[in-house]
């Protein structure tokens, strides 16, 4: 039994080998075909019909078969293959995205947000370095202009010191009695017309006593006057203005204006002191307390120290100098402009 059961399986081998090598002679027999060409152009109006027929008779595998009527046949299936492939992966993704999935940012566009950004970033360094910049600048020019400010200021204060040294200034001072004839007659004449013709270089000092005397008894104060006692009323009224208004060109103009008519010294010394804008009061309160007195007093021992001492009134120093008096009386002016030491005065 066993060796019946050999001998069939031996046969049966025999069999399927010899229907093998059939076969295989019988495909060797069939031309060789290339493999279809995805370059050429797809031919159009194949139905399915007609490709499914074709398929068919390619799978009985006939001979002969036309090489070029195969690969026209062949390639729609092809296309329609990839078509098919394409439709699949456009709907596969469609269900990513709906599920949320498959967003990709794609690497393009990541780099120009990065290069925005980068932009960005260097747009704001440099509005910040322009921003410094203006900032730089409004503090240069803030310090250019203080400097220029400061040397303005030097430059002016140079100059000033330069008028200074260049124009100096002549001290002078008068000695009058308010109600003596020549003391009215050089303080009209001659001192005012010079004095506003060089008040810029003069410095002056009115000292209202002349050749009176002073006397104190039990701490009180009297006077006695070349001309009597209304002339020592009118020499503290004098004191009192040159005291109280430090206004140099005011003192002059207000002396000259009593003077002219001293008499009546309160009554003139009112109305030529409101006549010049100032008022009577405080120096009406200066003439009647020991302040008038006081001021008298020491106009007094500042005429008893000049040397030589006092002969004849008025006495006009300059500089300290009683030199050339009868000049002085004459032609105040010329005399000036004679003996300044600065540059030549234009009105001279």
Request: hydrophobic letters at 30%.
């Amino acid at each position: 039994m066993d060796m019946g059961g050999g001998r069939l399986i031996r046969m049966m081998i025999l069999v399927l080998v010899m229907v093998l090598v059939w076969k295989i002679w019988d495909y060797s027999s069939l031309p060789v075909l290339e493999p279809p060409s995805f370059n050429a152009e797809i031919s159009k109006g194949i139905s399915s019909s007609k490709l499914q027929s074709d398929q068919e008779q390619n799978s009985v595998l006939q001979a002969p078969v036309d090489e070029e009527h195969l690969l026209q046949e062949t390639r729609p299936t092809t296309h329609k293959l990839e078509n098919k492939s394409d439709k699949e992966n456009k709907e596969e993704k469609q269900d990513r995205i709906q599920k949320g999935e498959g967003i990709v940012i794609k690497p393009v566009y990541k780099e120009k947000k990065l290069n925005d950004m980068g932009e960005n970033s260097e747009t704001m360094k440099i509005k910040s370095e322009k921003k410094e910049h203006e900032e730089s600048r409004k503090l240069d020019k803030k310090t250019k202009k203080k400097e220029k400010k400061n040397e303005e200021k030097e430059i002016e204060k140079g100059q000033k010191e330069r008028e200074v040294a260049v124009k100096p200034t002549m001290r002078i001072e008068i000695y009058y009695e308010v109600l003596c004839t020549d003391s009215r007659n050089f303080i009209m004449r001659q001192l005012t017309p010079a004095y506003e013709k060089l008040k810029d270089i003069l410095q002056v000092g009115l000292v209202p006593y002349g050749k009176a005397e002073t006397q104190e008894k039990n701490g009180k104060v009297t006077f006695d006057c070349q001309h009597g006692p209304r002339e020592c009323e009118g020499n503290i009224v004098h004191a009192c203005v040159t005291n109280i208004i430090k206004d140099e060109a005011k003192q002059i103009a207000i002396v000259h204006c009593m003077i002219d008519r001293n008499e009546q010294p309160m009554v003139v010394g009112k109305k030529c002191v409101e006549k010049h804008g100032e008022k009577w009061e405080s120096i009406s309160s200066c003439v009647t307390s020991d302040k008038g007195a006081s001021i008298l007093k020491h106009m007094g021992e500042m005429t008893h120290r000049l040397k030589p001492g006092v002969t004849f009134i008025p006495t006009i120093t300059i500089d300290g100098s009683q030199e050339d008096q009868k000049h002085i009386l004459l032609d105040f002016h010329k005399v000036l402009c004679k003996r300044y030491k600065g540059p030549r005065h234009p009105s001279c």
